[in-house]
């Protein structure tokens, strides 16, 4: 006997429709034989999952970079002309730079790892008519299983039998609250989120029972469509790796320029041939700023360290700056916004108390070593009796349950009969307010009216309503109660998600949920945390992006505030729309759901308390204290970073362009060669690496996260403007030091150690100015003690090299006169008066200082 195909749309049609075309019994199950055909048909019941990134993947990631690429090319270069030194500084500096970055990604892996719990699923099936547990991996489609009160759904089945079934299904779908599951069809249309014949996969049944018949195991399952679909997606470079590739092809170019231009510049003005290629190589490889990957993967490497102190794992080194250039967060409600744990938030009743003692009798939640234990809407109400001082083990101790009546869809009630210690009786329901009010006795027409407005007005407000009523007959379960009150339900937003939320509205970054859930419910909730700064949100059904363009997706999405009843496919065209509309998107979920939206965002964030496996291993972040307020904090650190960036690439760049245009303006002009080529690798370890180092450690400023961060390329029009001048400026200080050594001293060893050092002196001058370039430069000048150090280690480097002899003849360089110490000391302060001079004109262009600190350069400046 063949093994059937898997059912289509089993949700829409009748349970016994499924059963016949499963092949099986209902009563007794599968046969041991008909289980091993369909296992081999359809293999073992396994959602396969991307695995963790091995060690030799980390390490390669450390090494796809042009600019890498670009530094190994000048290396090989410096090897062939025999220049063993600068080859060996640029090999060094490329290791050390992959092996932090290595460590640093290495240690976030396994972070991660620790926060993996896996559990191996049971399942009770039915099987030759004789029930049995079994590992739920061994299960095949047409397998009868039996739901009980906390058990793991162990594969997609059809509901065949339920007694007040309720499955937890947030991590799946978004629902906050446990939905009610019974056997009768559905639209074949309903969304995931209303198939209530359905059980699936990795959801929780937390109470009634059931029969089912198992209609898709493994990849099949819609837990498994979730996962074909993060596989499918392909992985795109952040922005930094964008902004670092283009810039690698950017200095491809340069480099072959300056070589090509200067080598044949000199043999015009009569160099010989192969000494002026020595010099074109040596400025060529000058010109590439090796400091550029080293200083980077440190300055990403202290922003792991420092978000990692404060509650965020950081799987890849690029997706620190990624999170300060975010300007959409997408965020799922429940558990990311909300606690994911319904709260009584609201009591309407003549007598709270009284009515919290018969939401805690009518109850099966249960208190065990201090936590409740059971359906969530039950262990709310016994919750919240126990904090209005209510002892409910106690209670149930004096009021001992004989008879229940369970809650059923059909009947939207619970009633419990209980005995108390005089012998007494006494029945509390609990239900829908529409059937509770009709079994109250005590109630005029017009009452009930006014209390069915109250109802509709708090359910309105996205709260889950029930309401409550006692009576002492218990000879009539159906009527001749006494109403009690109404008891709102709700899982309420975290403490800190609303400060969050202003938090990134400061900061110009725009917030959208993206939620499973009720549209009214998210409404509520998006209104109390002023997701929306204070006006109405716009709140979006997931059906109206159904039959909708991409583009007009993309207008949708730059709208809305909400999108509630979404599935995984639709919160990818959401988060792909607002990229396609320029945004930088972060993704924060915790849902298997959410898996997908959080591979393709351009930064996904995963919780890592209550988050499952999926989405910690899909995401860039993971957050150990599931914590909104983390992921705005973790932007601050992004946007310092990114400042702190573009200030070291400001020097190395303009320091590089200096030496570059001063030798070649000595050659064009005719002057002696001011720089030899071991002098040029000297200068760029101690002018560049030291300053850089410690710009990348300028510490954070104030109004880093007042208004929009700005984007574009690292290397924008105007930034290389910027770099044009002010490496020009540094050229022209150091070429007249030159220019004055070669009157002063004649040609020869004293004068180009006065280029040297003059070079040496107007960059450490403006590294202070590379701090801002708009505030000045004595701006905080003692906030950065890492820039104090680096500047004495470069005075203490260059006088090593001048005093110490053995160094000095390597170098070709002389001692220099009390003379030519002045000149070098206005060689550092020059730059400083020029770049301050310009930057007065900068800020009366803004208008002030304190709307200064708010601007943010197009290439970043951190705001300051």
């Known amino acids: 006997m063949e093994s059937p195909q898997l059912p289509a749309n089993p949700y829409a049609r009748p349970a016994a429709v499924i059963v016949e075309e499963l092949s099986v019994d209902s009563s007794r199950g599968l046969t041991d034989a008909e ?85 191996r699923t049971s399942a009770r099936v039915l099987r030759d008519g004789m029930q049995s547990n079994i590992d739920a991996e061994d299960l095949v489609p047409g397998d009868v299983i039996l739901l009980d009160p906390g058990a793991h759904i162990p594969a997609d089945a059809r509901l065949l039998k339920t007694m007040a079934l309720r499955v937890e299904e947030a991590a799946l779908t978004g629902e906050s609250a446990p939905v009610t599951k019974s056997a009768d069809a559905v639209p074949a249309d309903a969304p995931l989120a209303e198939r209530t014949s359905m059980v699936f996969l990795g959801t929780l049944a937390t109470a009634g029972r059931a029969r089912a018949v198992v209609t898709a195991t493994g990849d099949a399952t819609e837990l498994g469509k979730i996962g074909r679909l993060v596989r499918d997606i392909e992985l795109q470079p952040t922005p930094l790796e964008q902004r670092l590739a283009s810039l690698g092809r950017t200095l491809v170019w340069i480099v072959l320029g300056i070589g090509t231009v200067v080598a044949i510049a000199g043999v015009l003005r009569g160099n ?33 360290l420092r978000m990692a102190r404060r509650h965020a794992i950081v799987r890849k080194l690029p997706a620190v700056e990624t999170l300060g250039s975010t300007t959409v967060i997408c965020t799922d409600k429940t558990g990311t916004l909300t606690m994911n744990q319904l709260t009584v938030r609201r009591i309407e009743a003549t007598d709270s108390h009284e009515l919290l003692r018969i939401g805690a009798l009518c109850s099966d939640a249960v208190i065990e070593h201090g936590a409740t234990v059971g359906d969530p809407t039950e262990v709310a109400l016994v919750a919240a009796a126990t904090d209005a001082g209510i002892d409910v083990a106690g209670l149930r101790r004096t009021h001992r349950k004989v008879l229940e009546v369970p809650f059923d869809p059909a009947t939207r009630h619970m009633v419990t009969v209980h005995e108390t210690a005089g012998g007494n009786r006494l029945l509390a329901l609990k239900g829908a ?76 970054i725009r917030i959208v949920m993206l939620t499973g859930d009720q549209v009214e419910t998210a409404r509520a909730i998006a209104s109390e945390l002023r997701l929306s700064s204070g006006r109405p949100p716009v709140v979006v059904h997931a059906r109206e992006l159904a039959d909708r363009s991409d583009a007009e997706v993309t207008r949708l999405a730059r709208e809305t505030d909400v999108f509630a009843r979404i599935t995984p496919e639709d919160k990818l065209r959401v988060v792909d729309a607002l990229r396609n509309a320029g945004e930088i998107v972060a993704v924060t979920g915790d849902g298997v759901n959410d ?21 910690r291993a899909t995401a860039d972040l993971v957050l150990t204290d ?75 400023q104030p109004r880093r996260m007042h208004g929009r961060r700005r984007r574009g390329d690292l290397l924008n029009r105007s930034f290389l403007l910027l770099i044009g001048w002010q490496g020009a400026m540094l050229a022209a200080i150091a070429l007249a030091a030159y220019v004055w050594a070669l009157h002063t001293w004649g040609e020869g060893a004293h004068a180009r150690t006065i280029a040297l050092s003059a070079l040496v002196a107007v960059q450490l001058g403006h590294t202070f100015n590379c701090r801002s370039r708009v505030m000045p430069a004595g701006a905080g000048i003692f906030d950065n003690i890492h820039l104090w150090a680096a500047a004495a ?72």
């Open 793 to 864: 280690t470069v005075i203490g480097l260059q006088a090593l090299a001048v005093r110490f002899r053995p160094l000095a003849r390597l170098l070709d360089l002389a001692p220099l006169s009390a003379t030519d110490a002045v000149v070098l000391a206005i060689c550092v302060l020059l730059p400083i008066v020029i770049v301050e001079i310009q930057k007065v004109f900068v800020r009366a262009q803004i208008g002030s200082l304190d709307s200064a600190s708010d601007v943010v350069a197009p290439a970043g400046d951190g705001g300051r």
């Open 626 to 700: 599931d914590n909104l307020g983390t992921v705005v904090t973790a932007i601050e650190e992004g946007r310092t970073i990114y400042a702190n960036i573009t200030k070291f690439v400001h020097l190395l760049f303009s320091h590089n362009l200096g030496e570059v245009l001063m030798v070649f303006t000595a050659i064009i002009a005719g002057l002696p060669l001011p720089l030899l080529p071991l002098q040029i690798l000297w200068m760029n370890v101690v002018t560049d690496i030291f300053p850089a180092f410690a710009l990348a450690l300028e510490p954070p």
């Open 595 to 615: 898996a997908p939206a959080l591979r393709r965002a351009d930064i996904g964030v995963a919780m890592g308390k209550s988050g499952t496996d999926a989405a």
């Open 433 to 508: 307010p529409s059937v509770v009010l009709k079994m109250c006795s005590d109630l005029s027409t017009a009452r009930v009216s006014e209390l069915s407005a109250m109802n509709k007005q708090l359910a309105s407000t996205g709260l889950r309503i029930l309401a409550f009523a006692k009576s002492s007959d218990d000879q009539n379960l159906s009527s001749g109660f006494t109403f009690l009150g109404f008891a709102a339900l709700a899982d309420p937003p975290r403490p800190a998600a609303a400060e969050a939320i202003a938090r990134a509205h400061d900061a110009g």
């Open 35 to 119: 289980v091993l055909q369909r296992r081999e048909r359809f293999g073992a019941n396994v959602v396969i999952r991307d695995a963790s990134r091995s060690l030799w993947i980390i390490a390669a990631r450390q090494f796809y970079s042009v600019v890498i690429a670009l530094l190994a090319a000048a290396a090989a270069i410096a090897f062939v002309t025999r220049d063993v030194a600068e080859g060996v500084a640029i090999i060094g500096v490329l290791l050390i730079n992959a092996v932090v970055g290595f460590i640093v990604e290495w240690r976030s892996e396994r972070a991660l790892e620790s926060l993996r719990i896996q559990v």
């Open 272 to 304: 010989p041939l192969w000494a002026m290629i020595e010099v074109g190589i040596s400025l060529a490889v000058a010109a590439v700023p090796e400091g550029l990957p080293a200083v980077t993967t440190l300055i990403l490497s202290v922003g792991v």
